[in-house]
C-alpha cells in the first residue's frame, strides 16, 4: 500500500528552523523511524518550496497511491491551486500540521485545504505524522 508524504515550504528546515515550534529533528531523520515502524506500507517522502511543484506530485501519484499525507506549511492558508489539485485526484489526502496552528497568529487558524481531506491532525509535533499513518495502517484490507 503505497503511502506519499508530502511536506511543503520551509519544512526541509526541520530541526534548524524556528526550534521552539517545531522542535529541534530533521524530517529525513524522523522519516527513518516512521519506515521501522510501518513496514507493512510503502513510503515515500517528498518535499518542494515551491507551489506547482506540489501540484505535479499530487497530479503524479494522486491517482495511484492509497493515500497521502501532507504538511502544506504556508500554502494551507493561501493557496487556492493546491486546494484545487485535491479536489481533483482520486486519492484520499490527510492534512498535518506540526505546531497547533490554533494557538498561533489568526491567519493560520483558515486551512484552504481541510475542507477537501479525509481529516486533519493539528499540533501533536512530528508525532502528527505517525497519527495520519495510523489512519491509513487501519484501512488496509485485514490479513487472515
Ligand atoms: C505548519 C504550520 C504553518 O502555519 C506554517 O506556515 C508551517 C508549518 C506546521 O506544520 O505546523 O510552515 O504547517
Redesign the pocket.
Known amino acids: 500500500m503505497k503511502i506519499l508524504i508530502l511536506n511543503g515550504?520551509?519544512?526541509n528546515l526541520l530541526g534548524v528552523r524556528e526550534k521552539a515550534v517545531y522542535g529541534n529533528r530533521s524530517f529525513e531523520d524522523y522519516f527513518e523511524e516512521l519506515k521501522e515502524a510501518f513496514p507493512a506500507l510503502e513510503l515515500s517522502y517528498f518535499q518542494s518550496n515551491t507551489e506547482g511543484v506540489l501540484i505535479d506530485k499530487l497530479h503524479e501519484v494522486g491517482f495511484s497511491y492509497k493515500g497521502i499525507i501532507f504538511?502544506a506549511?504556508?500554502y494551507?492558508?493561501t493557496s487556492v491551486a493546491i486546494p484545487d489539485a485535491i479536489k481533483a485526484i482520486d486519492t484520499p489526502v490527510v492534512e498535518v500540521?506540526?505546531?497547533n496552528?490554533y494557538k498561533r497568529e489568526a491567519f493560520?487558524h483558515k486551512s484552504m485545504i481541510a475542507p477537501h481531506c479525509a481529516g486533519s491532525i493539528v499540533g501533536f509535533g512530528l508525532e502528527s505524522y505517525r497519527l495520519a499513518l495510523q489512519y491509513f495502517e487501519r484501512l488496509k484490507p485485514k490479513q487472515i
Open positions: 515550504p520551509n519544512l504538511n506549511g504556508a494551507t492558508h500540521h506540526i505546531s496552528v493560520r
